[in-house]
């Protein structure tokens, strides 16, 4: 009876794994958004304060530069989108600034900002090690941050 | 009995497009149509956009082709969609700015340039959220397996994605109905043939997204 019981909840746990991976490489849940609370910011450094991809080469990045002040407003004012969201919906830009931050509750991560308010996550130490999320600041995008 | 466009902006009498009313995509009266702009959607199916365009406030535009080509209205003709973002420069781009506009546009913020831009009128301006309609393809925006190394993680291939993705190449169905759509487009609301724009071509976008769509014209 026991294993009537436990085979099918297996099956689901399994299927459960499977979804996650087709989701992750196939894009299957790409309208989802993270579970991710951003918490309080401990540190943030800079790495790179204005640079510039080969996407656009007509793009003028030099109005664009990042200071700690900024990077801070950027994560006190984001919020997290879903993949689909940030590949679709928002200003897409060859400028960047990129740098660490860590968060009170341990949370540790690398972070890249875009010109126009667009930016992401990814966490490599801290109980959400590994996560990574898509990010978007209205505010700093009405600003032409 | 002929394709048609009914009194509330829906093509009736038309086995090719099928009518599926998203309103929470529509917001305010679409007075006028001086063009049209082509997207991808960033996602693989039809179902997860139009599951996503139930959202309150959601993005979209007025149609979405499925990759077999089957074809969704999604939004009234007669109804604004929220599909375009702050428009470009459209002289800095195709290099006619006069001396003065080039001084004056040169170096401007995002929100500069669209508020300059949305003084102006098509074909002064790129076609907007104003009086465009919007045509999505189905198609994700995908990693290059270059870029990919073994034991990578999935989040170090999703950042790497979000960095260097491309969109997925529009398939030949796609392409045959974006034609056969945009031609009755053209048709039935009298739109400017030479006004048809990919996404990224009037604002910042991916420069890839809808970069293999094909129609009549195509600059």
């Known amino acids: 009876m026991k294993r009537l019981i436990l ?15 087709d989701a992750v490489n196939h894009g299957a849940d790409d309208y989802s958004v993270p579970a991710y609370k951003i918490g309080r910011i401990a540190k943030i450094t800079i790495t790179a304060a204005s640079e510039k991809d080969n996407s656009d080469p007509k793009e003028n990045c030099q109005p664009f530069s990042v200071t700690p002040k900024l990077s801070t407003f950027f994560f006190s004012h984001s919020k997290i989108v879903s993949q ?17 931050i860590e968060f009170s509750n ?3 991560g690398e972070w890249r900002i875009t010109h126009g308010g667009t930016g992401t996550l990814l966490l490599k130490a801290g109980k959400s090690k590994d996560k990574f999320l898509h990010l978007y600041c209205k505010r700093c995008d009405d600003q032409d941050m | 009995m002929a394709s048609s466009v009914d009194k509330d902006g829906w093509f009736t009498n038309d086995a090719s497009v099928r009518k599926q009313p998203r309103p929470m995509i529509e917001h305010g009266a679409l007075k006028t149509i001086r063009g049209i702009i082509v997207h991808q959607t960033g996602s693989p199916t039809a179902a997860g956009t139009l599951s996503s365009y139930q ?4 993005n979209g535009a007025h149609f979405l082709i499925d990759k077999d080509g089957t074809t969704y209205q999604v939004a009234s003709l007669f109804k604004k969609t929220w ?3 702050k428009l470009k420069a459209k002289c800095l781009e195709t290099h006619t700015c006069s001396p003065a506009v080039l001084k004056a546009e040169t170096g401007l913020k995002y929100s500069e340039v669209n508020k300059l831009e949305m003084h102006k009128t098509v074909p002064d301006r790129f076609p907007s959220n104003e009086d465009s309609v919007g045509i999505e393809l189905v198609g994700l925006c995908v990693l290059d397996p270059k870029y990919i190394k073994p034991g990578m993680s999935k989040e170090q291939i999703n950042e790497l994605t979000a960095r260097y993705g491309v969109f997925e190449t529009v398939t030949a169905a796609q392409n045959q109905a974006l034609q056969r759509l945009l031609s ?4 039935k609301l009298t739109v400017p043939k030479d006004q048809v724009y990919p996404h990224p071509e009037v604002s910042r976008k991916n420069p890839t997204e809808a970069s293999t769509a094909q129609w009549a014209g195509k600059p």
């Open chain 2, 184 to 187: 009755k487009i053209q048709d």
């Open chain 1, 7 to 21: 085979a099918p909840l297996i099956c689901l746990i399994f299927a459960g794994f499977a979804f996650a991976d």
């Open chain 2, 83 to 85: 599909h375009v973002g």
């Open chain 1, 106 to 108: 341990g949370d540790m």
């Open chain 2, 55 to 58: 959202n309150a406030n959601a």
């Open chain 1, 84 to 100: 689909a969201s940030a590949f679709h919906d928002f200003t897409y830009s060859s400028c960047y600034a990129e740098g660490t």
